[in-house]
């Protein structure tokens, strides 16, 4: 069988190349022209379109996705290229016994060739990738002005993480913390100033939610414990507000406080401290991670890592039902504002409705839609029911229909104990990564809350809670950082840029 020449097969190899380039040539030029018509096409389909995007948003949009698909496609070619060259190097190597231009090229040099070519193939396509995906997400982040949402106060002085906050319904209106370092706190919203300090539990307090009409409070603990406990405090004079919109950032005082910053003392172990129950809920087998008070408050409910939820009798202490059902530990539970109805959510993925309207029927309607840990599902106002996952998603459910959810939120990290406004009914998200979001009911983003090395959370953002009735104080958070902000959120403003 004849053998090809070296210099007859390195001609063929030329003339191949300068074929494969010509005709790479003429599928460019036809692709241009026909994503130029393709394109046109689009445009003129953009008017009969029922979309709410503008029309120079959606032609922006357009032009990207444009730009996209012709970078892979000239890739693609390229890529066909490469193959037809490692074709024609196998097909010289069998034809030549392994000798190309007057050296040797074993397979191993030939696969280090291709994967050379495809690792600069890859780069090629990561480049293209991250820079059109770029123009698009920068094309859709939403910029909150400081005049919307803005850091008013600061609540230090806890030892530990805070894991949960309230504000009290009643006169004087003040803000309670729950604390890992086995503590709550009563706090002056207005000054910032610590008020009173709880320490009668023995472990982490997990929650704290106050009472509807009276001076007392319900704090849930790792002692396997409730408690209710009475408080009094006196608030302190109001100092004059400063305009804190009309400040820089270099006029606040939000200096970083890491976690070993400090001797274990602060403004909390200075004040007035209660360190006994007035009625103590003991009948869980273990941690109680939350707890909340009934409508009209003669009832209270407690939610346990031992799988249960607990209706105590407040003025006996009596327990009155043992809600079982759920698979795994408890993570919160919360009560309706107006009806007797409980909430519970848990590791098992479901959160279950508990109705106690009839007292002599007691129905349990099982929510699933989750992929992982329920943290948190809260009422509405209305009929609804909003709960959020470690699963990175917030789900919003008719009370009437628990077969889907009317809305899903989709995030990049997981959620922790949620909060929606009464009024507005403005949904907040505080995260793991130590964002907090805010979104209203039918799914769609309002706002970012700020935050920089300077100011915000610095560690996960355990809670957060409206407080509607302060219209410059009216949203506070709570984290592992040891501290709890509160926030000033221009509503009309936010659902203007809405």
């Known amino acids: 069988m004849p053998v090809e020449s070296g210099s007859s097969a390195a001609a063929r190899h030329t003339k191949q190349k300068r074929k494969s380039h010509s005709l790479s040539i003429r599928r460019s ?19 009969g379109q029922d979309s709410k995007l503008p029309l120079s948003l959606r032609s922006n949009l357009l032009d990207l996705f444009g730009q996209i698909e012709r970078e892979f496609e000239n890739l693609y070619i390229e890529n066909l290229e490469l193959r037809r060259e490692i074709d024609t190097l196998n097909e010289r190597l069998v034809s030549e016994g392994q000798t190309i231009d007057g050296g040797e090229l074993s397979k191993g040099a030939l696969k280090a060739k291709a994967s050379h070519s495809t690792s600069q193939l890859s780069q090629k396509l990561m480049t293209t990738y991250k820079a059109s995906t770029s123009k698009i997400v920068s094309s859709f982040k939403a910029t909150t002005s400081r005049a919307v949402c803005q850091i008013l106060r600061e609540y230090v002085g806890h030892r530990d993480g805070i894991w949960d906050l309230a504000v009290t319904r ?54 396997q414990t409730a408690h209710i406990w009475r408080y009094m405090v006196q608030l302190p004079v109001i100092p004059p507000l400063a305009d804190i919109s009309a400040l820089c950032d270099d006029e606040l005082d939000f200096s970083d ?13 200075e004040v007035p401290t209660i360190r006994v129950a007035t009625t103590t809920l003991k009948s869980h087998q273990g941690v109680v991670i939350a707890a909340d008070w009934l409508v009209g408050g003669k009832q209270v409910v407690t939610a346990s890592w031992d799988r249960a939820a607990n209706l105590y009798e407040v003025e006996t202490s009596e327990l009155v039902h043992t809600l079982t059902g759920h698979d795994q530990e408890l993570t919160h539970c919360c009560t309706h504002p107006s009806q007797r109805l409980v909430v519970t959510s848990s590791r098992d993925t479901t959160f279950r409705l508990w109705d106690f309207r009839d007292p002599s029927i007691h129905s349990v309607n099982v929510f699933q839609g989750h992929t992982d840990t329920v943290t948190s599902a809260v009422f509405t106002v209305g009929d609804n029911v909003v709960s959020g996952s470690d699963d990175r998603t917030v789900k919003v459910w008719d009370l009437k229909n628990m077969r889907s959810p009317i809305a899903t939120i989709r995030t990049d990290s997981a959620v922790n104990r949620i909060s929606v406004s009464a009024n507005q009914r403005i949904i907040a998200l505080p995260h793991d990564n130590r964002q907090v979001r805010l979104f209203d009911m039918t799914g769609v983003r309002l706002a970012r809350l700020p935050r920089s090395n300077r100011q915000g959370h610095r560690r996960m953002v355990c809670c957060s809670v409206w407080n509607e009735e302060n219209a410059t104080c009216n949203l506070f958070t709570c984290g592992f950082d040891r501290q709890a902000i509160g926030w000033n959120i221009n509503i009309p403003a936010l659902l203007q840029e809405k």
């Not at 030029?29 to 008017?47: A, F, I, K, P, Y």
């Not at 009472?211 to 319900?218: G, I, S, V």
């Not at 406080?257 to 909390?268: I, K, T, V």
């Open 29 to 47: 030029n036809s692709t241009d022209q026909e994503q130029r018509t393709v394109t046109g096409m689009q445009r003129d389909m953009l008017d």
């Open 257 to 269: 406080r890491e976690d070993g910053d400090g001797d274990g003392e602060g403004p909390c172990s």
């Open 170 to 223: 009643n006169s004087p209106v003040v803000l309670g913390t729950a604390s890992a370092d086995h503590s709550a706190a009563l706090w002056s919203i207005e000054t910032g100033k610590c008020l009173l300090r709880y320490a009668g539990h023995a472990g982490s307090v997990n929650s704290i939610k106050f009472h509807p009409t009276e001076q007392m409070a319900l704090t849930a603990s790792g002692d």
